[in-house]
């Protein structure tokens, strides 16, 4: 190999190399939006993998929660009084009682007033 | 007349008794930590689903859900959540304490100074703190605010020394509340 070669070859290397790091230290956040929820359900039944210790089939995963609006706040809504959905943005047009899906990630339970928290929500419909 | 004594003093015990019971309730208070060292990349994150009950004799309880903290960097969350504070085995963060000669009555739309101390846990290791909040009230509506530091080594969490000099030993904590009256 001649020299000239030999430093076109570590060029591309290095050029690689730091394309392939910088995507890896700086890839993109979860869309939740975009992604296919691993269970579509009502707000009852999110709770009842949290009695059953079975949360890590819900937890960090994107799910599907069906219920009636029973609190609005300014960037979240509560569902059946048992699930909170928490949205990035927001909220208007929105009534209590109105019966709405969601989409978003599960995060937890949240035993000081006993509802299943979700986060980056969006409305399905 | 006699009466009319007994019905008032009735009517106090049933009024302060009500009282007794008030709380100040959020689903969405905010905390932020910030663990950045100078010229390397912010280590810094947000909640803003923390909930969060303080009663009218003092007691004040919170509780963060470990996922819902949100960094700028996802790789940041994803290492955060795995290697440091484990948030599938430690999901949930919290504080239960008391706010210092809390008396709702001395409330103003201005910020007082209370000393609170309390338990924080997190990652399954209790930690008992001391710090200041600033409380104001407005309306129906208790402000809660608060700065404290945490270090990472008093909840077991170890820092890999590769990245130790770039996470600060001492994290900044600040978290603010806007708790609304409930009977």
Known sequence: MTKQIKIVFALIVLVLGVYFGYNYMYQ????????????????????????????????????????????????????????????????????????????????????????AKIDQSSIIK | MKKLMFFTVLLFFILSSVNAQEKFITKSGTINFEASVPSFEEVKANHNSVSAILKSNGEFASLALVKG?????????????????????????????????????????????????????????????????????????????TNFILKPEDFQIEIPKVVSSKIAEEINVSASFELKGKS
């Not at chain 1, 269970?39 to 709770?47: F, G, R, T």
């Not at chain 2, 239960?96 to 309390?118: A, Q, R």
């Open chain 2, 69 to 145: 903290f949100r960094f700028k960097v996802a790789l940041m969350e994803e290492h955060f959540n795995e290697n440091y504070i484990e948030s599938s085995t430690y999901p949930k963060a919290t504080f239960k304490g008391k706010i210092k000669g809390f008396n709702i009555s001395e409330l103003s739309d201005l910020d007082k100074e209370y000393i609170v101390t309390g338990t924080v846990n997190m990652h399954g290791v209790d930690k008992n703190i001391e710090t200041k909040a600033y409380l104001k009230k407005e309306g129906s509506i208790i402000y809660l605010t």
């Open chain 1, 28 to 115: 993109d956040h979860r869309n939740i939006e975009s992604e296919v929820a691993v269970v579509s359900i009502s707000a009852a039944e999110l709770v009842t993998f949290f009695n059953e210790n079975n949360s890590e089939k819900v937890l960090n995963k994107t799910v599907q929660v069906s219920g009636k609006i029973t609190e609005i706040d300014a960037n979240n809504i509560t569902l059946d009084d048992q699930v909170q959905c928490n949205f990035d943005s927001i909220l208007n047009n929105l009534k209590i009682n109105e019966s709405i899906t969601i989409k978003g990630r599960c995060i937890g339970f949240d035993e000081l007033f006993e509802v």
